[in-house]
């Protein structure tokens, strides 16, 4: 068996993992590994196949991980030669016959960066306060049943680690747990975002934090999913190896990407300062 580690800009996606009808990150993964004759065609995937996580449509990756078993000769470089440029496979590292991507994963960490101005001159957004923030992040750390932020309905008692810093205009927003109950990392951010922007008291975290259902205008929509980034999943046995062209590959893929974004951004300054 061998895992991939696996980067990708999720935005053009409907979510990591197959449905019928829509482009999904793992479907372009089967359907490399099909044109590698590494599983058949159909709807099936390699032997002992399985993933980290299934991030939500929009949401984007740098350490994703898959496991199968896997011919000698893929390597993350081949494996790429398959892939759409926004999907690139990028280290490997062989495994024991009875790994699982999912279960074996001790540590999931997710990184959101949020806009947050401080400023009350930006149209549309209400300037954040960093103490009330850090209020809201510290009463939301720790071991905690969220079922009112999530749909799961069982699963929801967790322990999350949430450290932060302000990089501008923005908080760059970590969060670590063992594992994710649906939409967890957004309504959290969502929740924290609230109470540092004046929309909500510092009393909405403990209600949302109680044993009782919090629902409708009470309830806690999720972030937007496109500042979301699955940044790492841990493995405490496995070392990944670093695919030096495939990794180099990759870079030059996301740095066009940021360029194209720069230049995005700049265009809408000029359309926003001229109005």
């Given at each position: 068996m061998r895992a991939?580690?696996?980067?990708?800009?999720?935005?053009?996606y409907h979510g990591f993992q197959r449905q019928p009808d829509v482009d999904t990150v793992e479907g372009r993964l089967r359907s490399a590994l099909v044109r590698l004759g590494v599983c058949e065609r159909g709807d099936g995937l390699p032997e002992r196949y399985a993933a980290a996580g299934r991030t939500d449509a929009g949401v984007s990756a740098r350490a994703q991980t898959v496991a199968f078993d896997a011919p000698a000769w893929l390597s993350p470089a081949a494996f790429n030669g398959e892939l759409p440029d926004d999907i690139r496979v990028w280290a490997s590292a062989d495994v024991p016959d009875g790994f699982h991507a999912t279960h074996d994963a001790a540590e999931r960490t997710y990184t959101y960066y949020l806009y947050a101005p401080t400023d009350t001159d930006r149209p549309g957004h209400r300037p954040v306060d960093d103490e009330r923030w850090a209020d809201a992040v510290d009463a939301l750390a720790g071991p905690h049943d969220f079922h009112n932020l999530t749909a799961d309905d069982t699963g929801t008692e967790r322990t999350v680690d949430i450290d932060w810093t302000r990089d501008g205009q923005f908080l760059v927003v970590r969060l670590t747990a063992g594992g994710f109950c649906r939409q967890l990392v957004r309504r959290l951010v969502s929740l924290a975002a609230t109470v540092?922007?004046?929309?909500a008291q510092l009393s909405k975290v403990d209600r949302i934090l109680s044993p009782e259902s919090v629902s409708g205008p009470d309830g806690v929509p999720p972030a937007p999913p496109e500042p979301l980034v699955l940044t790492d999943v841990r493995y405490p046995d496995v070392a990944f190896s670093r695919d030096e062209d495939a990794a180099a590959d990759a870079r030059t893929v996301f740095e066009h990407r940021r360029a194209n974004a720069h230049t995005t951004a700049r265009v809408a300054d000029h359309i926003t300062d001229g109005l």
């Open positions: 991939y580690r696996v980067a990708y800009d999720g935005r053009p540092a922007d004046g929309s």
